[in-house]
């Protein structure tokens, strides 16, 4: 419309018209509105990182302080005094590289799982498709990732290893770690609506899937007649895989992460499943 000139009667009054309807059958997720809300999502992202580090003293120092610190301490007593191997890499790295995609995982799983909860007021008082909440939760800690990840090329430069041509698989497994971090946010997200004992319960939870996982020590070290069983567990392929890519030692157990990624498409496809038929009361619940 021209500068200057008055509105034509079609114009006038024109309103964006939204349809809201109930899901039709257990598939049908109504992810194109995830779309739609994109500016919403980019604004749940941009308010997460703000609130992170408000008023805290070392400010955006922790994304650093938190890793290094956890490896220090892995590598003081898993390396020095326990003598874990670590397949022929010097123990920090080793340990560096498992605690990358743990920091990432963990943080992303804390905080999806009781951001439906965190942003009741919104929740209650606006429309918009809820799964936007799990899904800035999962994409907002990637900053820290990726200071981190800078240290750990400090480190690997230190050392004097260079990352090889395996690095490129960084971005798939980074992708596949957001989407099991989505899969358990999406399942206890809405479980935590309801019995807020997931608030509570979490750390401890995340404290024990942390040492089933190979972290801060090889799965060369479990019998290969259970390494299928402990494959269950979706962060034995992703770990394998970042040091892999990031170490490119040797071959990672591929056996073990197709078993991974089995598990982590299947708990993401029945997490979109369970969350949207629970946020319908999330509403009235919450």
């Known amino acids: 419309m021209s500068a200057g000139l008055p509105p034509t009667a079609g114009q006038v009054g024109e309103r964006k018209i939204v349809e809201l309807r109930p899901g039709i059958g257990l598939f049908d997720l109504q992810l194109g509105e995830v779309w739609r809300y994109r500016g919403l999502l980019y604004y749940l992202i941009w308010r997460e990182l703000k609130v992170r580090y408000k008023q805290a003293a070392l400010g955006g120092a922790w994304a650093i302080v938190q890793p290094l610190f956890a490896v220090a301490i892995f590598t003081l007593i898993f390396g020095r005094f326990a003598r874990f191997p670590s397949d022929g890499i010097p123990y920090s790295l080793f340990a560096f590289a498992g605690v990358l995609p743990w920091m990432y995982f963990s943080e992303s799983v804390r905080r999806s799982s009781v951001g439906p909860v965190s942003d009741s007021e919104l929740v ?77 319960t979490l750390p401890f939870m995340l404290q024990v899937w ?15 007649k259970w390494r299928a069983l402990y494959s269950l567990n979706p962060m034995v392929g992703i770990i394998e895989g970042f040091r892999w890519a990031l170490l490119g030692k040797q071959s990672p157990d591929f056996g073990a992460m197709w078993v991974s990624a089995i598990v982590v498409l299947v708990l993401l496809a029945t997490g979109l499943m369970f969350f949207k038929k629970m946020e319908r009361s999330f509403a009235d619940v919450i």
Request: net charge positive; glycine share 6%; aromatic share 14%.
């Open 124 to 200: 209650r008082k606006i429309f918009f498709p809820r799964l936007l909440i799990p899904i800035a939760m999962v994409i907002a800690p990637l900053v820290d990732f990726a200071v981190a990840f800078v240290v750990f090329l400090i480190m690997l430069a230190w050392h004097g290893i260079w990352p090889g041509i395996n690095i490129l698989a960084l971005i798939p497994m980074l992708l596949f770690t957001g989407c099991m971090a989505l899969a358990v946010g999406l399942w206890l997200g809405p479980i935590n609506v309801r019995y807020r004992d997931i608030m509570h």
């Open 210 to 224: 942390m040492y089933a996982s190979p972290i801060i020590y090889p799965l060369s070290i479990i019998p290969e």
